[in-house]
Nanobody
Framework: QVQLVESGGGLVQPGGSLRLSCAASGSFLSINAMGWYRQAPGKEREVVAAITSGGSTNYADSVKGRFTISRDNAKNTVYLQMNSLIPEDTAVYYC??????????????WGQGTLVTVSS
């Protein structure tokens, strides 16, 4: 069993910053790709950013230049540094990870979500 625990959400004013963290724990051999998704009220879940175990990153166009994803492989933790936040960034942010649980077995895992609200 693999769990993802997120932290760092909250209320921030437009132009402000927040840093999200997501730590993986449980029984697994390794964590491959990790990422952040978000779901705003009335909208579908969308990918925000992703990072491979080697550190290659991808971002949604809407957050490029403002958000930075990083990871600490020793801690099985992924971070999302969010700067220059705008009201449109308001959403529940979910952590996602691809965990290797066996020699040829992989498990996609989701965190419980953390709410980010950008408002004055």
């Amino acid at each position: 069993q693999v769990q993802l625990v997120e932290s760092g959400g909250g209320l921030v004013q437009p132009g402000g910053s927040l840093r999200l963290s997501c730590a993986a724990s449980g029984s697994f051999l390794s964590i491959n790709a990790m990422g952040w998704y978000r779901q705003a009220p009335g909208k579908e879940r969308e990918v925000v950013a992703a990072i491979t175990s080697g550190g290659s990153t991808n971002y949604a166009d809407s957050v490029k230049g403002r958000f930075t994803i990083s990871r600490d492989n020793a801690k099985n933790t992924v971070y999302l540094q969010m700067n220059s936040l705008i009201p449109e960034d308001t959403a529940v942010y979910y952590c996602n990870a691809d965990a290797r649980v066996g020699v040829i077995s992989y498990l996609e895992v989701w965190g419980q979500g953390t709410l980010v609200t950008v408002s004055s």
